[in-house]
């Protein structure tokens, strides 16, 4: 499909700037870390990983010894590790319960490994680049004097947020849990709902400084293997030093940077995303941040809620019928009634024409300033109560938004005609189940206001056509932004404007999911082949 295999531009300007920055013949500390191997001194592996720390105080080091008088280093991060079951599980087993009298020195590490670690993950580590990525993610390292290998013990155990409610897509009927800023858990709440051995999912760090553990989840054999190879693939081009929000991931892999629409969609409820796997799209999972993406994503999906399909269907397609009512009072209301009150006056009745004109009497400014004022003020007064403490942020902005609103219509610099266009249009704003779809709309509504006021509905009809062949032009990995509609695809139509009953939707959508189309049917695995 086209765009498929096609970097952005923005993408290409950085890769093009970080090769020239590079220099291929250094090599960081990081790198000529992950190439040395372990000394056989236990004293010269703790003096080495103290040094690279810095000594840092959160670095725990404990030196015991164990079986017929073998050294032994212990090293954890504090806050990282679960210093009980470290406790429980490593100290009191080595220290009080470890048999070695009649055990050789060449079997003494598959000894430990096989019959006295009791952890349930234990690998092998043999030079410093794993030894530190490991410790400082909060594994438990454990190092013998006389050996070039040691173990690394999975014994993570840092605080965490629970599971709570999602704060951002609030819903009446439905699941109340949402992800929290653990990648484990949150790959655990999607399994909850997905118990098919079909669900892959593949790992892998992301960021040269704070090396991000970032997950992609998909299930074989309804996902696109294009996508799902596309999308490999640009996880592997991303080489930057932190990754600390998923946001940094669909900045780099997003098909275009030069469009406020967004071409992957993020959430934080576990029922969408087990919703969307399961129509062949793609969850990209980054550590430290509840918010999931998904992919391809299409125009459409922005205005369906989880409610839409936990409700019955004629709610369900009301609801999203309001939606789209909303999305072009948003986008058209100030536009539509500064290129009436401007230029087509005679499409207003008689006496509301009059009253408007009364009110508009003592205003010094045309409808398109009094539009832009408005506008602006509701806006800082928005970010105002986003960015104030919880406890007064919803107090300024209702409050900010009466007195100021009401100040302005006694003080004559905007009609109260005006004050009703932006109110109604601020709160369809709100009714989008997604914000990413919300903000293109506020951004766009000044551009196309500018339009209307220089050449009325002509300009807000060119405006409109001029951002209908934008949405057209515009691909998420590979599939068309506004299927199904263009391209038509009759199919698929059966979830968009309005939602067939669930019995009735026996399909996928075509372009998202191509290898198991039919619902209800199990994707048959691929016989071994020879030599496999």
Not at 141 to 166: A, N
């Amino acid at each position: 499909m086209k765009g498929r295999h096609e970097v952005g531009f923005m993408e290409r300007i950085f890769n093009k700037k970080r090769k020239q920055a590079q220099d291929p013949g250094q090599k960081s500390r990081g790198d000529s870390l992950s190439e040395e191997p372990l000394h056989i001194s236990l004293q010269a592996n703790i003096a080495y990983i103290r040094e690279t720390l810095g000594n840092s105080s959160d670095i725990v080091i404990r030196e015991i010894q164990i079986g017929n008088g073998i050294n032994a280093g212990i090293f954890y991060t504090d806050g990282l590790a679960d210093s009980k079951s470290i406790n429980n599980f490593i100290m009191e087993t080595l220290l009080l319960e470890f048999p070695c009298d009649n055990v050789g020195a060449h079997e003494l590490l598959p000894f430990l490994r096989n019959k006295v670690l009791t952890a349930g993950d234990v690998k092998d580590v043999g030079d410093f680049g794993n030894l530190f990525d490991s410790l400082l993610s909060g594994d438990v390292i454990l190092l013998l004097d006389g050996y070039t290998q040691g173990f690394i013990i999975s014994m993570k155990g840092w605080e965490s947020r629970s599971i709570s409610e999602s704060t951002t897509e609030t819903i009446i009927r439905g699941p109340k849990e949402g992800f929290n800023e653990n990648i484990r858990t949150n790959t655990a709440m999607i399994r909850r709902r997905i118990k098919d051995p079909r669900l892959w999912l593949e790992s892998t760090q992301i960021g040269r400084v704070t090396k991000t553990n970032v997950a992609l989840m998909y299930i074989k054999g309804i996902a696109n293997d294009e996508v799902v190879e596309e999308i490999r693939k640009r996880l592997d081009r991303i080489d930057i030093d932190g990754i600390l929000e998923s946001g940094y991931i669909e900045q780099m892999i997003q098909d275009s940077a030069f469009t406020p629409f967004p071409t992957i969609y993020t959430t934080e409820r576990p029922d969408i995303v087990a919703a969307d796997l399961m129509e062949g799209r793609v969850a990209i999972l980054v550590d430290g941040t509840p918010f999931v993406l998904i992919a391809p994503v299409v125009f459409i999906q922005f205005f369906q809620a989880a409610e839409d399909y936990y409700q019955r269907l004629d709610i369900a397609s009301l609801l999203r019928i309001l939606r789209l009512l909303c999305f072009f009072i948003a986008f058209l209301g100030p536009s539509l009634y500064i290129a009436i009150t401007t230029f087509h006056q005679e499409m207003i009745p008689s006496e509301l024409l009059i009253n408007l004109m009364a009110q508009r009497e003592d205003v010094p400014f045309p409808a398109f300033f009094e539009a832009i004022i408005m506008e602006v003020t509701f806006e800082i007064l928005r970010e105002a109560g986003v960015r104030m403490p919880r406890a007064i942020g919803s107090a300024i902005s209702i409050v900010g938004t009466l007195v100021v609103g009401t100040a302005a219509v006694d003080a004559g610099l905007v009609s109260a005609a005006m004050v009703i266009v932006v109110s109604i249009t601020a709160i369809s704003n709100l009714v989008f189940p997604s914000i990413n779809m919300a903000i293109p709309i506020r951004i766009l509504r000044f551009p196309l206001m500018i339009l209307a006021a220089s050449f009325g509905l002509l300009g807000i009809f060119a405006g409109f056509i001029a951002l209908l062949l934008h949405l057209c032009s515009l691909r998420s990995f590979g599939v068309p932004y506004m299927s199904p509609f263009a391209p038509l695809i009759p199919s698929d139509l059966k979830d968009t404007f309005i939602r067939t009953p669930r019995w009735a939707m026996l399909t996928r959508p075509r372009l998202t999911s191509q290898n198991n189309i039919v619902r209800g049917q199990t994707p048959k695995p691929k016989p071994p082949q020879e030599g496999d």
